[in-house]
């Protein structure tokens, strides 16, 4: 059974999931094979794993700093 995490960002509540979709996602971003080696890669795979499991909500890269930077506690 995999244990579902979900996120609230603009009052939109988001699934997060590990999944091939996921680490797809972030090698089409990143442009290299998966590999978490930064803070960038960190925040990137979350944001991957969000649009992977939210195909019907779009999210902005640069809606998602401005959520974290407004409110770090969502990803707490």
Avoid: H, V
């Amino acid at each position: 059974i995999q244990t579902m995490k979900t996120i609230t960002i603009n009052n939109t509540e988001y699934e997060i999931r590990y999944t091939i979709r996921a680490l797809f996602i972030f090698e089409q971003i990143k442009g290299e094979a998966f590999q978490i080696r930064t803070t960038l890669d960190n925040y990137l795979f979350l944001y991957s794993m969000i649009l992977a499991s939210n195909k019907d909500k779009p999210l902005s890269w640069d809606d998602f700093l401005d959520a974290i930077d407004n409110d770090p506690s969502i990803i707490a």
